[in-house]
């Protein structure tokens, strides 16, 4: 069994988790125990695989073949004609992480109201997680495209310009692009705290623009890239992303051939 995963960790993650019951504990340890390999995006994943899992299998950090596509540029292409998006689009992905104490896609933002004070050429994408999924409604207004239901959220990076999340995984695997990144988290206080925990200051070490309110947001999408963080992202890249480069699927697949797995 390979364990493939998805995404680094800002939330603290299985036995990592405040409020953490043994029942929970039996149930982490005993799904790892099922796993013989595990892949690691970075050294840094591997170490909290080890913590947050218990997991004493071996661990291949080879990247995440799941962004291969990322350096496709042939595929972006065809995506960008699957979701109806102009030549000329600047393409903004909004992908906000569930909440603990919540089913439905948070809604901090008035995403109409948004997209409305963005330049014309601007689309925004909207993509809540898989979790509220089930019991969210569809999005609707102009040059606002409802892209929950997307079957790989690879293909949405890959077209999108830039990239606007709060505390969602989406911000590594997005770097590998080397395209913006804005943060926006008014309820960072009440995350950390109280609902899941981080594993390092978000703050401190982001990317790009961590804003708490909408006029920041927008301001931090029409003036982006901010040549203040580019330090910042190259730092974020050499940490989280350093096998993340188009070739991670045939690395795996090697390693899985040299242990006569196939």
Known sequence: ?????????????????????????FAVVRQ???????????????????????????????????????FDSAQADLV??????????????????????????????????????????????????????????DLQGDRLLDVTSYPDVAELMLVADLLITDYSSVMFDFAATGKPMVFYTPDVDHYADVLRGFYFDLAATAPGPVVEHPEELREAIVSAPDPAYTGAYAAWQAKFTPWDDGSAGARVVTQMLDRGWL
């Open 1 to 25: 069994v390979l364990q493939t995963w998805h995404g680094t960790m800002l939330k603290r993650l299985a036995l990592d988790r405040p409020g953490r019951t043994p029942r929970m504990q």
């Open 32 to 70: 790892s125990l099922r796993w013989h390999v595990m892949l690691a995006q970075n050294p840094y994943s591997a170490a909290i695989f080890r913590t947050s899992y218990a997991f004493k299998g071996d661990m291949w950090e080879t990247g995440y073949p799941r962004n291969d596509v990322l």
């Open 80 to 137: 960008r004609r699957r979701l109806g998006l102009s030549d000329d689009a600047r393409v903004i992905l909004y992908a906000p992480t569930w909440r603990d104490d919540r089913t439905e896609i948070v809604d901090h933002l008035d995403l109409g109201k948004l997209v409305d004070g963005l330049p014309a050429d601007h689309v925004l994408l909207v993509r809540g997680h898989s979790r509220a999924l089930a019991h969210g409604q």
